[in-house]
């Protein structure tokens, strides 16, 4: 099973909401990702945990704040958003990776979201 | 700085005919090249994992191939189904083994 499961699938939200994307897999990876994804456009890596602490942060601003609360789950809290961060998030898990093994990252279906 | 082109950008097919999509990269220390497949709304779908020069892999209509330069994805004998966004991605010792560097990808329609 390769399953990542995401949730919600759609989400609006005004500019002063807080909102949360959840994200949940059962493969025992222990590296696990959040992506965006704007249109026609491949995804941009935002966050990367591994063994559940926070290992990359591509200068993504303050409005979005991973967590992951243990190695299956992983969430991103939503605050203060703007029309701009409208795009579909996705979500992967791997195996962690070696030197001479990289892994296969599995994707979830994404969270449509929509800032108005 | 680490590189992935992919072309063509679009590419419309009768069904039935069979082409190649093509990958090329520059990157520093190349660890693992990998294929997806997306379709509109949803997230990518792990198609291939290529290591090294030589290496190929094959799942039901689509073969993948690695040289030092470049990656390719035959298709062959194509079905409407496999209409779908294609994405080529790298991961490499200049970037780190924690990043994926993605191509633009290659929206293929195959019309029955």
């Known amino acids: 099973d390769t399953e990542v499961t995401q949730t919600p699938k759609h989400l609006v939200m005004g500019m002063t909401n807080k909102k949360s994307l959840k994200c949940e897999q059962h493969m025992g990876h222990r590296a696990m990702y959040w992506y965006k994804q704007k249109a026609k456009k491949p995804p941009e890596l935002m966050f990367v945990y591994s063994y559940e602490k926070l290992s990359i942060n591509e200068s993504v601003p303050s409005r979005f704040s991973p967590e992951c609360p243990n190695s299956s789950l992983l969430n991103l809290h939503l605050h203060a958003l703007q029309p701009e961060d409208s795009a579909l998030y996705l979500c992967?898990?791997?195996?962690?990776?070696?030197?001479?093994?990289?892994?296969?990252?599995?994707f979830g279906p994404g969270t449509r979201l929509t800032v108005t | 700085e680490d590189q992935v082109t992919q072309s063509p950008e679009a590419l419309r097919l009768q069904e039935g005919e069979s082409s190649s999509l093509n990958c090329s990269y520059t990157v520093s220390g190349l660890r693992g090249l990998f294929w997806y497949r997306q379709d509109p709304g949803k997230g990518p779908e792990f198609l291939f994992t290529l290591y090294s020069a030589g290496e190929e892999k094959e799942k039901e209509r689509l073969k993948a191939t690695l040289t030092k330069k470049e990656s390719f994805l035959h298709i062959t004998a194509p079905k409407p189904e496999d209409s779908a966004t294609y994405l080529c991605?790298?991961?490499?010792?200049?970037?780190?083994?924690?990043?994926?560097?993605f191509g633009t990808g290659t929206r293929l329609l195959v019309s029955p």
């Open positions: 992967a898990s791997s195996q962690e990776r070696t030197v001479l093994s990289p892994r296969e990252q599995y």
């Open positions: 991605a790298v991961q490499a010792a200049g970037t780190g083994f924690q990043k994926l560097v």
